[in-house]
């Protein structure tokens, strides 16, 4: 297996928590669909935590590299952020998610200098982007849905 296949498949595998965790307070409502939201939203912070981590794998003689890791140190601190927020105030947490994931791709894709290069890598963190985002938005919808 090449190793963007095995990239493309982890990927897809992490992102069916976030579509389960969307998708269930609308199916079962009620006091379960706050708990799905809330583990919604602690994976959420969970992995953008992660990513955070990224640009300390990116080469040292990268763009500005000592910027490029106090970003992602800023990222990191943000999923700590949304870890905490998301027992106060879950649609604050969720805001934080859209707007901490998006801005992750775009920090990665402006100041990874092998960004447009991998192409194929490229893509993928735009789909996954992109389906997350829209978690993020079917979830914030379930919150302000009246009829939920």
Known sequence: MK???LKKTLGYMGFVPFSFFSVMPWIIGGDLANYSILALSL???IIL???G???WGWNDNNFSQTLNLIYG???SLLG???LAITFINLMAALFLCLIGFNGFYYFESKRDVLFDQKVEYKELRK???VLVSICFLV???YIVNPYS
């Open 3 to 5: 190793i963007i296949e």
């Open 43 to 45: 994976y959420s912070a």
């Open 49 to 51: 935590s992660f990513l």
């Open 53 to 55: 981590g990224i640009p």
């Open 73 to 75: 140190i800023f990222f």
């Open 80 to 82: 700590c952020l949304i």
């Open 127 to 129: 789909k996954l982007t």
């Open 139 to 141: 979830t914030i919808a």
